[in-house]
Nanobody, 127 residues
Framework: QVQLVESGGGLVQPGGSLRLSCAAS????????IGWFRQAPGKEREGVSC????????HYADSVKGRFTISRDNAKNTVDLQMNSLNPEDTAVYYC????????????????????WGQGTQVTVSS
């Protein structure tokens, strides 16, 4: 049974940092691209970042490039999202998702490419 569980969200001041973690179970994490998405109230779900299979390349939305870093932690079986220099526009529920099919070296932030989703974790950036 495929499961994705996000953690690490919370309240942070502008300019601060958070590290989100996506814990995977029920499948071999290294075989699949994993994406991070976010959805703010009244807005569509937005692709933030993704990473290809084990040796695949990362990709970032322009809005987070240079501030966010996605990485795999093989020891913990997680895909993490380090978020620095956070601003109020980053406030949203953050979701991780697994690609529908294995083997993607290049990942996509198109939500239609992903078949399994976590429950989300709230990130609030406010003073």
């Amino acid at each position: 049974q495929v499961q994705l569980v996000e953690s690490g969200g919370g309240l942070v001041q502008p300019g601060g940092s958070l590290r989100l973690s996506c814990a995977a179970s029920g499948f071999t994490l290294d075989y699949y691209a994993i994406g991070w998405f976010r959805q703010a109230p009244g807005k569509e779900r937005e692709g933030v970042s993704c990473i290809g299979r084990r040796d695949g390349l990362p990709h970032y939305a322009d809005s987070v490039k240079g501030r966010f870093t996605i990485s795999r932690d093989n020891a913990k079986n997680t895909v993490d999202l380090q978020m620095n220099s956070l601003n109020p526009e980053d406030t949203a529920v953050y979701y991780c998702a697994r690609a529908k099919k294995p083997g993607d070296y290049y990942c996509s932030t198109d939500p239609n490419s992903y078949g399994f989703w976590g429950q989300g974790t709230q990130v609030t950036v406010s003073s």
